[in-house]
T-cell receptor, first 111, second 115 residues
Framework: QKEVEQNSGPLSVPEGAIASLNCTYS??????FFWYRQYSGKSPELIMS????GDKEDGRFTAQLNKASQYVSLLIRDSQPSDSATYLC???????????FGQGTTLQVKP | GAGVSQSPSNKVTEKGKDVELRCDPI?????LYWYRQSLGQGLEFLIY????????KSGLPSDRFSAERTGGSVSTLTIQRTQQEDSAVYLC?????????????FGEGSWLTVV
């Protein structure tokens, strides 16, 4: 089992729809979780972090965490074509501290 | 500096040559990370530093790869006897420290092409 797993996609949604991106992780000791967005040819940039079970909202973005199920998700409401990118889930190792990334999910928002 | 600075931004080298990639982290950040990303692939962890020491170098692909950090600031990733499979973008990132709650910030990457 990979340490951080994501469906590579592509996930295609129409403009204005809700995009749902999912991530599972194997390290039960992990305490913090991050979502990064990466546009083609660019470096990843942080869009959300979450530390507690439940939902965390920031504008059109909502991160959801369920530590019991070892599952973290990202919802993007009112998706825009500019949201088209690869979304990377990242989880620090509880043993070594290194930040482990999933393979990323490619999102395509169609006008 | 304002952000993580990497150089060179692009490097084309011949197979068998050595290359050095440099990373200058955000001022005051004690943790520094190196990742590799091949075309269309995810981020592959290489090594990270807390200060000048490397608590985790498990991701270095082979003994041709090495990294050092001096003065708790600039880091250099060296690839000896480059191979075509080393072609990738090498991303450096830094954070205030290696505590798990800290965000890491990426540089723009060094794009390496081995021909």
């Amino acid at each position: 089992q990979k340490e951080v797993e994501q469906n590579s996609g592509p996930l295609s949604v129409p403009e204005g729809a809700i995009a749902s991106l999912n991530c599972t992780y194997s390290d039960r000791g992990s305490q913090s979780f991050f979502w990064y967005r990466q546009y083609s040819g660019k470096s990843p940039e942080l869009i959300m972090s979450i530390y507690s079970n439940g939902d965390k909202e920031d504008g059109r973005f909502t991160a959801q965490l369920n530590k019991a199920s070892q599952y973290v998700s990202l919802l993007i409401r009112d998706s825009q074509p500019s949201d088209s990118a690869t979304y990377l889930c990242a989880v620090p190792s509880s043993n070594t501290g290194k930040l482990i990334f999933g393979q990323g999910t490619t999102l395509q928002v169609k006008p | 500096g304002a952000g993580v600075s990497q150089s060179p931004s692009n490097k084309v080298t011949e197979k068998g040559k050595d290359v050095e990639l440099r990373c200058d982290p955000i001022s005051g950040h004690t943790a520094l990370y190196w990742y590799r990303q091949s075309l269309g692939q995810g981020l592959e962890f290489l090594i990270y530093f807390q200060g000048n020491s490397a608590p985790d170098k498990s991701g270095l692909p082979s003994d041709r790869f090495s990294a050092e950090r001096t003065g708790g600031s600039v880091s250099t990733l060296t690839i000896q006897r480059t191979q075509q499979e080393d072609s990738a973008v090498y991303l450096c990132a830094s954070s205030p420290d290696s505590s798990s709650g800290n965000t890491i910030y990426f540089g723009e990457g060094s794009w390496l092409t081995v021909v």
